[in-house]
């Protein structure tokens, strides 16, 4: 096995819902059996911690067969170090990108937080890495998605755009594909295939994540934060609000004052 110690990967590692991610406060006996566990997992790897927080890591490693096989032994014991009553915990996202880059840092999330859940997200460059090292011999499992040149490229594309439009409450879903050069139904195919939603749902679900940190955050009332999230209506914003995290915004507010 040859080893191409020049480069540098990257992995993003996600361990909860993104709500209890954004509260990060349940550092308990098994949240602490889980941050050993990875801690110990990261070691044997030889995997750098270079960002952290209770739900959360960002980790560079110098060989790609270490990462994968790291990524691959962190799923597979991510079940016996995570109390099965609390479900808030059990979700585990990875992904890894070939590079330490800003914009690698951001595929690599992109990868945990957008692409469908349950898979565990490698770019194609990091398969061609892994293949080099060893004989052409990569792991092929159901559970692996690797995304190819042209999807992270659209990955990147689609992200960048939809940080510049999200607050605007006249945007039309219609626009995405045209605004960004792109076939109609390829966009909403190839959107459907990693991410799991429609442009609309899409956007919607953006929208109410970022909602959901302002109103963490306190970064204004209610109606203050819908407008701010690109909702006309508080009324609609809190209807899709307690849709996708089964409360209410004004309840929410409530328990976090």
């Not at 909860?16 to 349940?26: K, M, P, Y």
């Not at 159901?142 to 939809?162: A, N, P, R, V």
């Amino acid at each position: 096995m040859s080893s191409n110690t020049s480069s540098t990967y990257t992995m993003v590692i996600e361990t909860s819902d993104f709500l209890h991610r954004l509260e990060a406060n349940q550092f308990n006996l098994f949240t602490q059996k889980l941050h050993n566990g990875i801690s110990n997992l990261m070691s044997k790897f030889q995997g750098v911690i270079v960002a952290r927080n209770d739900n959360t890591y960002q980790v560079t490693f110098t060989t790609v067969t270490d990462a994968v096989l790291c990524a691959l032994k962190l799923k597979s014991r991510f079940k016996y170090i995570t109390p099965k009553f609390d479900q808030s915990i059990r979700d585990l996202k990875l992904g890894i990108t070939k590079g330490n880059s800003k914009s690698d840092q951001l595929l690599a999330m992109h990868m945990c937080e957008i692409v469908v859940k349950d898979k565990f997200v490698i770019s194609e460059a990091v398969k061609m890495a892994y293949n080099n090292e060893n004989n052409n011999s990569f792991i092929n499992r159901d559970d692996i998605k690797i995304l190819s040149l042209t999807e992270s490229q659209f990955l990147t594309q689609l992200m960048d755009y939809i940080e510049t439009i999200w607050q605007d409450p006249e945007f039309n879903v219609a626009h995405f594909s045209k605004t960004l050069g792109l076939n109609t139904s390829y966009f909403y195919r190839t959107l459907k295939q990693l991410t799991g939603k429609s442009p609309s749902v899409f956007l919607r679900s953006f929208r109410l994540n970022h909602a959901m940190v302002m109103l963490h955050h306190k970064k204004g009332n209610i109606t203050e934060i819908a407008r701010k999230s690109g909702f006309n209506s508080p009324t609609y914003f809190s209807k899709c609000f307690k849709a996708r995290f089964n409360i209410l915004p004004s309840k929410y507010l409530q328990q976090h004052t």
